[in-house]
């Protein structure tokens, strides 16, 4: 069975829960952890045991080549990070709402089309 690789954007709380989950699956590899602060980085990166840890989404996603970016962040930024993640054509998971509004949302789902990727929000 496949295993999917996971890289994980955003490692505040949500992103530290959805980080652990996806730890435990058998069926996903963490390969990635993003944030702002390195502090969260380290802590995380610590305790799961992931060394690729990045301040930057678009380094991460070129070195570490997810088959999906988990999107544990603040509503407001669902749409516009789903859109950077979506441009390098990899699919995304992604909180709810994916948007803030339908213009944002009408967005996100064109460019996963144009793309040809998945987009799951729970």
């Known amino acids: 069975m ?3 690789r996971v890289a ?7 992103g530290s829960s959805a980080a ?3 730890h435990a699956h058998p069926r996903t590899e963490v ?6 602060l390195e ?13 690729a840890r990045f301040t930057d989404l678009d380094e991460m ?5 997810p ?13 516009p990070l789903a859109l950077r993640v979506l441009e390098h054509g990899v699919n995304i998971e992604v909180e709810k709402p994916m948007g803030l509004n339908l ?10 089309s144009e793309k040809k990727v998945q987009v799951a929000v729970h």
């Open 61 to 65: 996603i070129h070195q570490t080549a």
């Open 103 to 112: 213009i944002e949302t009408d967005a996100v789902m064109s460019k996963a």
């Open 67 to 79: 088959d999906i970016v988990a999107i544990p962040t603040a509503p407001a930024l669902h749409a």
């Open 31 to 36: 390969v990635g952890l993003c944030d702002l």
């Open 39 to 51: 502090e969260r980085l380290n802590t995380l990166g610590d305790e799961i045991e992931v060394e």
């Open 2 to 4: 496949k295993q999917y």
């Open 20 to 22: 652990r989950v996806y």
């Open 8 to 14: 994980i954007l955003g490692c505040r709380s949500r």
